[in-house]
């Protein structure tokens, strides 16, 4: 008697080309993570296909909208620091304590970010995507007075930058690699 495994239940076949398919997705992302420049060039083309069909068809506008509210999101989690300073302070100040340094010998904390690069890239070229396609359906196009969205979004762009640019001033941190100070590994200097 021969003991043959059952045929598999539609879930376990719908899982197992799931879990294929995620794991060929995760191959691709592996492969370009080292190209940094390359995969930012792609989504600044990808954005400007976006921006081209929304002009040429004259639509969307809730979905660009709403995508530059995301991205813009992105980018201020992108500039801040995993360990906000002012809440550590808070908390220092609390205990009598500073948590910056304050002498060359205290110890050196690097800027760390909240959204690393790798995330912000990954999630702003979903989400360009995720709009260029929304931008195929109707349903998507609501009837809004579109230079109203765009003076909120650079009154709310402005506001959110300066805000940022206060704090990022305030706790002296820069959350940018150019313009820091470089040392040879040999001299230390």
């Excluded at 080309?17 to 191959?27: C, D, G, V």
């Excluded at 979905?63 to 500039?79: K, T």
């Excluded at 620091?81 to 690097?110: A, H, I, N, V, W």
Aim: charged residues 20%; proline residues 6%.
């Amino acid at each position: 008697m021969d003991d043959k495994e059952p045929d598999q239940t539609p879930f376990a076949v719908v899982s197992a080309q799931t879990s294929r398919f995620t794991r060929l997705y995760q191959s691709y992302l592996d492969k370009c993570t080292p190209y940094t420049a390359y995969r930012w060039i792609s989504t600044g083309v990808l954005l400007i296909v976006f921006f081209v069909r929304i002009v040429l068809t004259q639509g969307w506008y809730i979905v660009c909208y709403s995508l530059g509210i995301y991205l813009l999101n992105l980018f201020l989690a992108f500039l801040q620091p995993k360990f906000d300073p002012s809440l550590t302070q808070d908390e220092g100040l609390e205990d009598g304590e500073s948590s910056l340094p304050t002498k060359q010998d205290d110890e050196f904390r690097p800027f760390i970010r909240r959204l690393p690069e790798f995330k912000f890239w990954h999630s702003a070229t979903r989400a360009i995507a995720i709009s260029f396609v929304c931008t195929w359906f109707s349903i998507f196009n609501v009837p809004v007075f579109w230079p109203v969205l765009v003076v909120y979004f650079i009154i709310l762009f402005s506001l959110t930058m300066r805000r940022q640019i206060q704090h990022m001033i305030k706790y002296r941190y820069v959350p940018f690699t150019f313009g820091k100070a470089k040392y040879n590994q040999r001299t230390g200097h």
